[in-house]
Each structure stands twice: as structure tokens, then as C-alpha cells.
């Protein structure tokens, strides 16, 4: 499985975009990389998931680096919703470790 | 479309009992996954079913089960159950099971709190 490493915490106020990283350096050219997230009291809600190139849907963009080993998680405008603990999975999506918490100021 | 539904959503038991919890997933879903999360573990995953068959099976001790039914309904049970089983446990569905890139989503449950005393 794909070693993922993703900052403990990030900050953002609300209405400005914001970037959530994602290093997954040992990655095998055939993993899609997954993101999910988890509001508070709730269950994991799928967010987006790529291959190779950059994808959007109505939640978020995810850019992928070329080489494949990184990635970001991209939401274009916060909300306060948008507060939870972010996971990024790539390859086996079982396993998904402990994620960023991303906390949206007013 | 519905969602995936558990039942039951909160669950008080004894040690040494054993649980039964139920999964219904997202219609023309075939497969579906348990996880257990506790504060100190964070997710982890139990299994994976898909027609009927467990096809991937996470690191938890024997007294963790489950099977599928023929319309992809699941359960899982706990047996024996100890106090460290305490925890929030999530059903997952996915059109199809995981196949070694992972190209297909999950999408989870409210999840059962379990509660051991």
C-alpha cells in the first residue's frame, strides 16, 4: 500500500479557497487516489477520486502531479460545512489513515 | 436513490455478549465493506463482501464477522464482546469491489454506535 502523508490540521477562512495536500510518494502507476471526508458525527462522504490527470466535479478539484506522487485536494470556496477531517487514500482505499482536519473560520 | 442505511443507529451492550448489526446498500450495489472507528484507532477496515464472498479481510480477531445476502444486504457480528468494542462501526457500498487500483467510490452509513459496558 501507497505510504500517504497528509498534515495533521489546516486553517482556512470561509470564502477563500483552499488547498489541502497530499504526498503519496511510493504510489503504483495504476492506484487512483481517493478523497473522502468525514463531518463531525457523521460517516466518510466521498469527495473525488483521479488517475492521472486533474479532475473536477461539484465538490472540489483534485490536481495531480505528474510524477504522480503528490496530490491536492482543492475547494474553490470554504464553508463552514465544508469543516471536517479530510482523507486522502491512494491505491487500497480501506485503509485511510488520519487525515487533515480542516477547520473554516467565519 | 437512497443512501446506505444501518440499522440498528445506537446499540448499548453487555460484555460477553455478542451483536448483530444489519447493512442495506445503495440500490445496484454489489458491494459493501465494515469499519470500526474508535478515537484512538481512527477508521479501520474490517472486511470486504461482494457476491456473498469475503474478499478482503482487515487485521481484527475472529470474534469479527459477516456475510452477504443474496440482494448485497450485510451484517456483521460481534461476538464474545469486550469493552475496547466500543466504537462507531460503518457500512460502506461500491457498484463494484475493490480491485487493486481502486477505481470505484465508497459510499458510507450513518454508521451503529456501539456502546459496551
Same mark, same amino acid.
Given at each position: 500500500?501507497?505510504?500517504?502523508?497528509?498534515?495533521?490540521?489546516?486553517?482556512?477562512?470561509?470564502?477563500?479557497?483552499?488547498?489541502?495536500?497530499?504526498?503519496?510518494?511510493?504510489?503504483?502507476?495504476? *492506484?487512483?487516489?481517493?478523497? =473522502?471526508?468525514?463531518?463531525?458525527? /457523521?460517516?466518510?462522504?466521498?469527495?473525488?477520486?483521479? #488517475? +492521472?490527470?486533474?479532475?473536477?466535479?461539484?465538490?472540489?478539484?483534485?490536481?495531480?502531479?505528474?510524477?504522480?506522487?503528490?496530490?491536492?485536494?482543492?475547494?474553490?470556496?470554504?464553508?463552514?460545512? *465544508?469543516?471536517?477531517?479530510? =482523507?486522502?487514500?491512494?491505491?487500497? /482505499?480501506?485503509?485511510?489513515?488520519?487525515?487533515?482536519? #480542516? +477547520?473554516?473560520?467565519? | 436513490?437512497?443512501?446506505?442505511?444501518?440499522?440498528?443507529?445506537?446499540?448499548?451492550?453487555?460484555?460477553?455478549?455478542?451483536?448483530?448489526?444489519?447493512?442495506?446498500?445503495?440500490?445496484?450495489?454489489?458491494?459493501?465493506?465494515?469499519?470500526?472507528?474508535?478515537?484512538?484507532?481512527?477508521?479501520?477496515?474490517?472486511?470486504?463482501?461482494?457476491?456473498?464472498?469475503?474478499?478482503?479481510?482487515?487485521?481484527?480477531?475472529?470474534?469479527?464477522?459477516?456475510?452477504?445476502?443474496?440482494?448485497?444486504?450485510?451484517?456483521?457480528?460481534?461476538?464474545?464482546?469486550?469493552?475496547?468494542?466500543?466504537?462507531?462501526?460503518?457500512?460502506?457500498?461500491?457498484?463494484?469491489?475493490?480491485?487493486?487500483?481502486?477505481?470505484?467510490?465508497?459510499?458510507?452509513?450513518?454508521?451503529?454506535?456501539?456502546?459496551?459496558?
Amino acid at each position: 500500500d501507497a505510504k500517504t502523508t497528509q498534515p495533521n490540521s489546516m486553517e482556512s477562512n470561509e470564502e477563500e479557497p483552499v488547498h489541502l495536500p497530499c504526498n503519496h510518494s511510493t504510489i503504483s502507476g495504476t *492506484d487512483y487516489i481517493h478523497w =473522502y471526508r468525514q463531518l463531525p458525527s /457523521q460517516g466518510p462522504e466521498y469527495v473525488i477520486h483521479g #488517475l +492521472t490527470s486533474n479532475v473536477n466535479n461539484r465538490m472540489a478539484s483534485l490536481a495531480i502531479a505528474e510524477d504522480r506522487k503528490s496530490s491536492t485536494l482543492i475547494l474553490h470556496r470554504a464553508t463552514l460545512r *465544508d469543516a471536517a477531517v479530510y =482523507y486522502c487514500i491512494p491505491g487500497n /482505499q480501506f485503509y485511510f489513515g488520519t487525515g487533515t482536519s #480542516l +477547520t473554516v473560520i467565519p | 436513490k437512497a443512501g446506505v442505511t444501518q440499522t440498528p443507529r445506537y446499540l448499548i451492550k453487555t460484555r460477553g455478549q455478542q451483536v448483530t448489526l444489519s447493512c442495506s446498500p445503495i440500490s445496484g450495489h454489489r458491494s459493501v465493506s465494515w469499519y470500526q472507528q474508535t478515537p484512538g484507532q481512527g477508521l479501520q477496515f474490517l472486511f470486504e463482501y461482494f457476491s456473498e464472498t469475503q474478499r478482503n479481510k482487515g487485521n481484527f480477531p475472529g470474534r469479527f464477522s459477516g456475510r452477504q445476502f443474496s440482494n448485497s444486504r450485510s451484517e456483521m457480528n460481534v461476538s464474545t464482546l469486550e469493552l475496547g468494542d466500543s466504537a462507531l462501526y460503518l457500512c460502506a457500498s461500491s457498484l463494484e469491489p475493490w480491485d487493486h487500483s481502486g477505481s470505484y467510490e465508497q459510499y458510507f452509513g450513518p454508521g451503529t454506535r456501539l456502546t459496551v459496558t
